[in-house]
């Protein structure tokens, strides 16, 4: 009963590094997404996909990278580190019925230096 | 654009009391969908109910109950006789017609205190 793995659970990185964070799902879900949540500011949606190769914006997809390549795999790549990234990031999947809920990872909280 | 509004920043109550967090939302969709999750301190996020738009009846689930009234755009979680297990953030979110295929708008959140 994995569900949605994210890793790592924690990183700090110095400005104008990169990294990709890390999720994958075992619930054969179509659709994931990736989330930043900031304090005072709830969740904000970065990136989401509905199927293996499609992607798309969302509302703050800058400086952020995604691909899905496969159905269990949506990676997030960081590609040049900024102080304003430090957050904590949520991927979440879902299954096609429109009444299925979005499942979430436990989330990587990520300092930037 | 959606939008989903948490008025509440913070609540804190004593144990045992009644607690009602509030949720408004704004879409143009009329088919869309208003989901309540919970953010214990450990941080992750449970999933506690969904209600889509052509369903307005109110739910009870033992000490929780939602009420929703699209007529004031509100989509409203009790918690009956809080416990300290309670505390937590309460996030109201919405998505639309794909059901959050493509992502939940979420509130800001509403900090949630039961002090014993």
């Known amino acids: 009963n994995a569900g949605v793995t994210q890793t790592p659970k924690f990183q700090v990185l110095k400005t104008g590094q990169s990294m990709t964070l890390q999720c994958a799902q075992d619930?054969?879900?179509?659709?994931m997404s990736w989330y930043r949540q900031d304090p005072g500011m709830g969740l904000r949606l970065i990136h989401y996909?509905?199927?293996?190769?499609?992607?798309d914006q969302g509302e703050v997809p800058n400086g952020y990278n995604v691909s899905r390549s496969t159905t269990e795999d949506f990676p997030l790549r960081l590609l040049s580190a900024a102080p304003s990234q430090t957050s904590v990031y949520f991927c979440a999947s879902k299954s096609r019925g429109q009444w299925q809920p979005q499942h979430f990872g436990d989330g990587t909280r990520l300092s930037i230096l | 654009a959606q939008k989903v509004t948490q008025a509440q920043t913070e609540i804190s109550v004593v144990e045992k009391e009644d607690v009602t967090l509030d949720c408004v939302y704004e879409?143009?969709?009329?088919?869309?969908?208003l989901f309540w999750y919970k953010q214990p301190p450990s941080g992750e996020l449970v999933f506690l109910i969904r209600r889509n738009s052509f369903d307005e009846q109110n739910e009870i689930s033992g000490r929780y109950s939602w009420n929703f009234q699209k007529s004031t755009s509100s989509f409203n979680f009790t918690i009956t006789a809080s416990q300290v297990v309670d505390s937590a953030v309460y996030f109201c979110a919405l998505g639309d017609s794909g059901g959050g295929a493509d992502g939940l708008t979420f509130g800001k959140g509403t900090h949630l205190i039961i002090q014993p």
């Open positions: 879409t143009r969709d009329t088919t869309y969908y």
């Open positions: 619930m054969n879900h179509e659709y």
């Open positions: 996909s509905v199927g293996a190769g499609i992607t």
